[in-house]
């Protein structure tokens, strides 16, 4: 998971106020404050926070900014195809951090936490609100991750730009992008001499097949000889 540091992390405080409502009942098409069904609660609880989010699953699915399980963190959404669902995805949940999501599951269920695991093969992916912040407390399978800007680069004690004035970080990066261009070029000419090459064998195997189709038109000079050679030695005898 790769995240800066967040000034205001209202993803946390999002996932912390969701979970006041685990007392409230689940009603199908309930957006709240006394009922709820999975996106009513989603969308309003996002709305006490001042985000407006749309009111279905398929639709806050369609809003959100799509992420991988391992960029996970608390406040982010969980969308799921439970077995009756008739849209898709058909349920959404918040997840909390800890490896868990709360979300309005059912009339028997309630509204609570459940384990991320538990959803298994029915979660078809993570979201992302618009407009919240995250400080990098979580992840899908449970665990804590923080990782800053820098990270991509290994830590090194000696840093041959010190002389420079170059920080560390700025350093890292530049060689990175160093390495980048030049494996990029390296590509670049690698297919250009394989062209080049294939080229080539093209001429050679045309100018082999067009001398080898000269060599079959060209008449056959010792026939002529041969026949003026007899017709002397005819002329001898007689």
Known sequence: ???????NDTG???????????????????DGPASFDCSGLVQYALSQIGISAPR????????VQHIPASQVQP?????????????????VGVYIGNGQVFSAQSPSAGIGPSTISSWGSAIV???????????????????????????????????????LNIPSTAACQASS?????????????????????????LIIMGTLRISETHSKQMPDQSAPAKSSAVSEVSEVAA
Request: aromatic share 12%; charged share 10%; net charge negative.
């Open 1 to 7: 998971m790769t995240t800066g540091t967040a000034t």
């Open 125 to 163: 992916g993570y979201g992302r609100v618009p407009g919240l912040s995250t400080a990098g407390t979580g992840s899908a399978s449970g665990g804590t991750t923080t990782t800053s800007a820098s990270s991509a680069c290994p830590s090194v004690t000696l840093n041959p730009m010190t002389w």
């Open 12 to 30: 946390t405080a999002f996932a912390t106020s969701v979970q006041q409502y685990s007392s409230d009942p689940y009603v199908w098409g309930g």
């Open 75 to 91: 406040g982010d959404l969980v969308f799921a195809q439970f077995p009756g669902d008739t849209a898709s995805p058909g349920h």
């Open 177 to 201: 992008s160093i390495v980048s261009f030049v494996e990029t070029d390296i590509v670049d000419w690698a297919e250009r001499l394989g062209l080049i090459v294939f080229g080539a064998i």
């Open 56 to 63: 279905t699953s398929e639709e806050q699915w369609a809003w």
